[in-house]
């Protein structure tokens, strides 16, 4: 025997902990690399060549004869069967997952440095979930997560799991994060039964090795800047098409010209040139007064990892600093309002071997977060940021040179101040500490039986909500100036004197110990029978599990649930592959004669390549076909305020008069129906069908997936439809019915050039249609009325067909409900659909696409070149529309959009209608203001540099990487702001776009 060392690196010339370096032919001899990916071997003379191998890489073969010092370099496996596969209550081969399941890992994910929460680094890395933003507001940007589309009218939010135990996908960090797995078919989600109809989010946080301790320090800075807004004319202009509206509107509206600016009195909005002229007359651009060009977020997260084979852990602290891309305008009362967000997040992952067959696992997780907004803001929160989409430029300056704050008296509703409401409603801080605490013992059998285990877990979370801060009543002075006469308007002289205007005083409020209506707790126990045996080429596991789960808020009676669920799977010699699961499960949602369902499923799958007929097909790496079948349940009752749907609800008070006096009353109080209970309320079940093929040939260089879906979702909780003289609201029922279809593509590339450079890409697509079969529609509507027969979400519009283009085209139109004299030239045609002869709500039809995205598609193209690499992914979406009001010239006020060119008599193909100043043509509801929703968005991009560990060692540095980073920088797309969804109203905190400078240093 002669004895040879070496060093192992992986793609980003990283040394590689744990390596396993064995003698060809000779599992016996070997050995595995250290923390510096170093290894020593002793080598039969006779046996010279070794084998390097590592999860996830291509082994690597190497004669030593010759030489007894090597330097290995691992080249990433696109297709590695033994990659472990999260699943639900357990894991699996890669080889053997039958399910249609995704998974990311941490290191992925952590391209997406600068994000604020693990939600919306979900899109684009998962194939099948689509995500939907909606807003910028430092604290609450996780998007609507979707998986495979909607299948319901009711709550359509995947079930998320940390750690096997339902939590809020924003309790861990990214840094803390090993893999994420989403589930998406009946094999594979059956098992969550009640739960798991609209698809499961696993998440695993990061757990010990045996080592030395391994330090990892990561700092990042970053710079948001707001992403698109929607478009408006500066005074001048706005001002300029309100002249031109109303010589258009004098034949209807002859006192209209007391309105009309004139040429001079106009060319001050233009032409200004001393402070006061520009408060006379207003120009404002709203969005730069009131949106920063930049904000600064922080982020720092350290992590130990390590152990013994007796004790391992992995202990990280994370701190989050979001700043406000608001402006904050001083308001001279000592206190500065806006928005932000801090948390600081920490984690103890420890595992103790406590004997040979005895393990445990103690978690321990929490978190401080203080969220910064305004008081009493809660309803009214759109008024923070309306000003930048609704208000006019030339209404009044957000604060004036004397301290006052702009206001017009006219509608003070439609034309609110948002910097005087941002800077003068005090500081609201709410803090929420959370804590959670898990523990798993798990109990190695074989002693009773081999390959028998047995495992508990206990959890337990608590999350407790105090709120504090700085109380104002927004209470300041006010001031319009008369852009005609001049005249200054105050809002209030409150002083004494009733002359002198005093402010009035804020107040310190100090943070309630709890806020009990907040406090949230979350208990969960869970036992577990594991069995995994191998007979020759059979390969057989089972398992059996018992579960409650009990949660509540405030003082809320606590909600429960209970599951019974059961896995058996089958694997014959790696080729033949066979799954069956069955929960039985139990909710407090019912009434006793529904209280418990089961929900089955079943799953095959073919590993064709390791067939003997399809050995001679070299270049062939993997093909496996997989099918499935099975039912899932929901019992979320979102949307129906009352839990106990079963039942009769019952309310008190109220009388009747009594004789002639109207001050009279009949002494006796009623007992009055609040909600018609039904006892036949039940689960919403979905019975999923998927089928898909995985492949990957040219020895890796091609790899991904195909799978084709079928849901169908029957016994949606809805309101029947009654006739208007029905007297009261019906009791809800499980009648709706809609159909789910769709397919998903995955493509992976993966070239390894040479030793310094490889090139890698990856494209993925998800398309997912649905259509309502039933939802009781009332049988007299017409077809295009009912929502059987379309999508979800289905957007319903005036349709319009061109324009009255002369008077002729005016008279002889079909009759407006409202408005219908005021018709001109130049009005939109809208088609009366219903051929009634006249236009109201009936002619409102399906048209274009629903509201959510039916097609999703990412591409993510990368190369590693030395020490550099760098990846850029496209994220888009289409077959999708939104609505989004852009009303010019609304409430008298002159804001005016900037959607095109106009119609005029001289060009009759303009993009929209000339606004109404003082007449009236209502397009609400048409397809004026139904958008195209697609978009491509630049969605990441990250350069990245490793140091040589040569640079490093003598600082006691095992590796430095930095890098530069961004997130949603280029946005394309035919919708007049960046929004993805309007379920925030038709304004919102704005979206941002991000660029991350960092580092990482581990030691």
């Known amino acids: 025997m002669y004895t040879v060392k070496g060093k192992v690196f992986d793609e980003k010339n990283m040394p590689m902990i744990g390596a396993t370096v064995v003698v060809k032919g000779d599992l016996k001899i070997g050995t595995v690399t250290d923390v510096d990916g170093r290894f020593t071997l002793n080598v039969p003379m006779k046996q010279p060549v070794i084998v390097i191998s590592y999860v996830g890489y291509k082994p690597q073969e190497i004669d030593t004869k010759g030489k007894n010092f090597f330097t290995v370099d691992m080249i990433p496996n696109n297709v590695n069967l033994n990659d472990v596969v999260v699943v639900g209550y357990g894991q699996e081969k890669k080889q053997s997952v039958v399910g249609a399941i995704v998974q990311t890992s941490g290191k992925q994910l952590a391209k997406s440095v600068g994000l604020p929460d693990l939600g919306s680094a979900l899109t684009g890395n998962l194939p099948g979930v689509i995500t939907m933003t909606t807003t910028g507001k430092p604290g609450d940007e996780t998007p ?59 998440i695993t946080t990061k757990r010990g090795e045996e080592g030395k301790a391994n330090i990892s320090v990561t700092v990042n800075t970053t710079v948001k800047m707001p992403q698109m807004l929607a478009s408006k004319y500066d005074s001048y202009d706005a001002l300029s098409i309100r002249n031109e509206s109303i010589e258009r509107e004098l034949g209807l ?155 017009y008296p006219p509608n003070t509703v439609g034309t609110i101040n948002s910097a005087l409401t941002l800077s003068n409603n005090g500081i609201r801080y709410t803090t929420t500490k959370q804590i959670n605490t898990d523990f798993t013992l798990k109990q190695d059998l074989s002693m009773i039986l081999d390959g028998l285990s047995a495992q508990g877990m206990l959890s337990y979370d608590n999350t407790f909500v105090s709120v504090g801060g700085i109380y104002d009543n927004g209470n300041v002075q006010q001031t319009y100036i008369d852009p005609v006469t ?40 869970q036992l577990q029978l594991n069995y995994a045996k191998k007979f020759g080429k059979h390969d057989v596991t089972g398992m059996g599990l018992f579960s409650r ?21 089958y694997n014959y010699a790696e080729k033949y592959f066979a799954e069956v699961n069955g929960a039985y499960n139990g909710s407090e949602q019912f009434g006793p004669s529904h209280r418990f369902a089961f929900f ?131 009791a809800a029922a499980n009648l709706g019915i809609v159909r789910n279809i769709g397919y998903e593509l995955v493509i992976r590339l993966n070239k390894q050039i040479n030793k310094n450079l490889r090139l890698w890409g990856n494209f993925d697509m998800t398309h997912a249609r649905n259509q309502v079969i039933y939802a009781d529609d009332p049988q007299l509507y017409d077809a295009y009325r009912k929502s059987a027969g379309k999508p979800v979400g289905q957007n319903y519009s005036y349709v319009t067909g061109g324009y009255y283009n002369n008077w002729d085209q005016v008279y002889g139109s079909t009759q407006l409900n409202t408005y219908d004299t005021e018709k001109l030239p130049g009005n939109l045609n809208i088609i009366d659909f219903n051929g009634d002869g006249k236009i109201d709500n009936k002619d409102s039809a399906p048209y274009s696409y629903p509201s959510y995205p039916e097609n999703t598609f990412t591409t993510t193209v990368g190369c590693d070149w030395k020490a550099f690499s760098l990846s850029v992914m496209f994220y888009g979406v289409n077959d999708v529309s939104r609505y989004m009001q852009l009303t010019s010239f609304s409430g008298s006020l002159d804001n005016v959009y900037k959607q095109g060119s106009y119609w005029t008599k001289t060009d009759q193909n303009g993009n929209v209608p000339m606004p109404r100043w003082d007449s009236h043509m209502d397009y609400t509801g048409s397809t004026l203001y139904l958008y195209d929703g697609s978009y491509l968005r630049l969605k990441n991009v990250q350069l990245a540099y490793t140091f040589k560990k040569e640079w490093l060692q003598k600082y006691g540095i095992n590796s430095l990487r930095a890098y530069l980073n961004g997130e949603d920088l280029f946005l394309w797309t035919h919708m007049p702001d960046s929004r993805e969804v309007n379920t925030a109203g038709s304004t919102a905190y704005p979206l941002v776009k991000r660029i991350t400078c960092g580092l990482n240093v581990t030691f």
């Open 144 to 202: 609507q997560i979707l998986i495979r589309g909607e299948s319901t009218w009711n709550n359509t939010s995947p079930l998320i799991l940390v750690d096997g135990i339902e939590r809020d996908i924003n309790s861990v960090n990214i840094n803390d994060v090993e893999s994420i797995s989403v589930l998406k078919d009946a094999s594979a989600t059956a098992v969550f039964g009640v739960r798991g109809a609209n698809g499961v989010i696993l």
């Open 253 to 407: 509206y002859p006192a209209a010209w007391g309105k009309y600016m004139p040429n001079a009195t106009l060319n001050e909005y233009r032409n200004q040139t001393t402070l006061a002229q520009a408060e006379q007359y207003p120009n404002i651009n709203w969005q730069d007064a009131l949106v920063r060009k930049a904000a600064m977020d922080h982020n720092v997260n350290m992590n130990i990892s390590g152990g013994t084979p007796e004790v391992k852990y992995f202990t990280s602290v994370d701190y989050e600093d979001e700043g406000d891309i608001l402006k904050h305008y001083p308001n001279g009362k000592g206190y500065t309002g806006g928005y932000g967000f801090k948390r600081l997040d920490v984690r103890s992952n420890l595992d103790f071997n406590l004997t040979r067959t005895t393990t445990l696992k103690a978690d321990l997780a929490g978190s401080y977060g203080v969220v910064q907004d305004a008081y009493n803001q809660d309803s009214w929160e759109y008024r923070i940021w309306q000003s930048i989409y609704s208000n006019p430029p030339d209404v009044y300056y957000p604060r004036y040179s004397d301290g006052s704050w702009g206001y």
């Open 486 to 525: 001049g005249e200054v308007t105050q809002s209030s002289y409150l002083g004494t004197n009733q002359f002198n205007w005093i402010p009035s005083r804020w107040s310190p409020n100090a943070d309630a110990d709890v806020s009990p209506d907040a406090t949230y707790r979350h208990t969960f126990y």
């Open 549 to 569: 789960d009990q949660y509540a808020t405030g003082s809320e009676v606590p909600h429960y649930r209970e599951d019974w669920v059961g896995r058996f799977t």
């Open 600 to 730: 089955p499923s079943a799953a095959l799958g073919w590993m064709i390549t390791n067939e003997k007929f399809m050995k001679p097909m070299k270049f062939l790496d993997m093909l496996k076909l997989r099918a499935s079948w099975g039912q899932v349940g929901s019992d979320n009752m979102n949307g129906y305020y009352n839990r106990w749907l079963y039942m009769t609800s019952w309310g008190y008070g109220g009388t009747l008069p009594l004789g002639t006096n109207p001050y009279a009353s009949n002494p006796y109080q009623w007992w009055y129906v609040t909600q018609q209970g039904n006892s036949d309320i039940h689960w919403e079940k979905v019975t999923k069908t998927n089928a898909g093929v995985d492949y990957a040939f040219l020895g890796g260089l091609v790899a991904g997936n195909f799978d084709v879906f079928r849901d169908i979702r029957t016994d949606i909780l809805m309101t029947p439809t009654v006739p208007s003289y029905f007297g009261t609201t019906p």
